[in-house]
Nanobody
Framework: DVQLVESGGGSVQAGGSLRLSCEAP????????MAWFRQTSGREREAVGT??????????DSVKGRFTITLSKGNDARRTLYLEMNNLKPEDSRMYYC?????????????????????WGQGTQVTVS
């Protein structure tokens, strides 16, 4: 099983920036599609952005131009998934989750839903005031 660990959440003022990280100890992600999702209480978990096996990155309209997904490779071949968030708005205040799915995500190439991914991190809270 893949265990995903997010970090980097916190509180920031509107217009500020945060960078979230997602690591999978002992795993390289080489055969997995990856994504960032976010959720607020009482609402559906929604995809923020995805990266497929070819490295193609797609963003939700609500974050285009403000959020950037990158996948960096470390010296030990393990990779870290990042979500760089700029010009943050109060409506970006959510719990953010990293997700992974072997191969392509369910429903690919359509923008995914929560059901498209089988592996999840515990989430990290982002609060914008």
């Amino acid at each position: 099983d893949v265990q995903l660990v997010e970090s980097g959440g916190g509180s920031v003022q509107a217009g500020g920036s945060l960078r979230l990280s997602c690591e999978a100890p002992g795993h390289t992600y080489s055969d997995y599609s990856m994504a960032w999702f976010r959720q607020t209480s009482g609402r559906e978990r929604e995809a923020v952005g995805t990266i497929d096996l070819a490295g193609t990155i797609t963003y939700a309209d609500s974050v285009k131009g403000r959020f950037t997904i990158t996948l960096s490779k470390g010296n030990d071949a393990r990779r870290t998934l990042y979500l760089e968030m700029n010009n943050l708005k109060p409506e970006d205040s959510r719990m953010y989750y990293c997700a992974a799915e072997p191969g392509v995500w369910v429903g690919y190439p359509a923008f995914p839903s929560r059901l498209s991914f089988g592996y999840w991190g515990q989430g990290t809270q982002v609060t914008v005031s």
